[in-house]
């Protein structure tokens, strides 16, 4: 089965970056499915961050992280990335990385099959 691992959040200061990552485990090669990252603030429906086609090619960002923000892959170690750079408080949220091999690459929370567990990002002003 499908296993996605993030890690990097944590607390940090407005005006600071953060690195997050993706640990993709499972039967079929990395290399098929798209990635993608959203994120939950308290209180709010999970939104669309960023995302990556399988083959790295296409990119797509969410209006309130175009900028200053960069998703990456390697297909080698099985991993997503997403940078955040000048984090503000409303960057504050659970971020979750999200995996799909079917269809076109996707801003749709509905079109991801699986999904990690979360990792929280603080920033404090």
């Known amino acids: 089965q499908v296993q996605l691992e993030e890690s990097g959040g944590g607390l940090v200061q407005a005006g600071d970056s953060v690195s997050l990552s993706c640990a993709y485990s499972?039967?079929?090669?990395?290399?098929?499915?798209?990635m993608a990252w959203f994120r939950q603030a308290p209180g709010k429906e999970r939104e669309f961050v960023a995302a990556?086609?399988?083959?790295?090619?296409?990119?797509l960002y969410s209006d309130s992280v175009k900028g200053r923000s960069a998703i990456s892959r390697n297909d080698a170690e099985n991993m997503a990335n997403l940078q955040m750079n000048n984090l503000t408080p409303e960057d504050t949220a659970v971020y979750f990385c999200?995996?799909?091999?079917?269809?076109?690459?996707?801003?749709?929370?509905?079109?991801?099959?699986?999904w990690g567990q979360g990792t929280t990002v603080t920033v404090t002003s």
């Open positions: 999200a995996a799909n091999r079917v269809g076109d690459l996707s801003v749709v929370v509905a079109d991801y099959m699986y």
């Open positions: 499972g039967p079929r090669a990395f290399t098929l499915y798209h």
């Open positions: 990556i086609s399988w083959r790295g090619g296409r990119k």
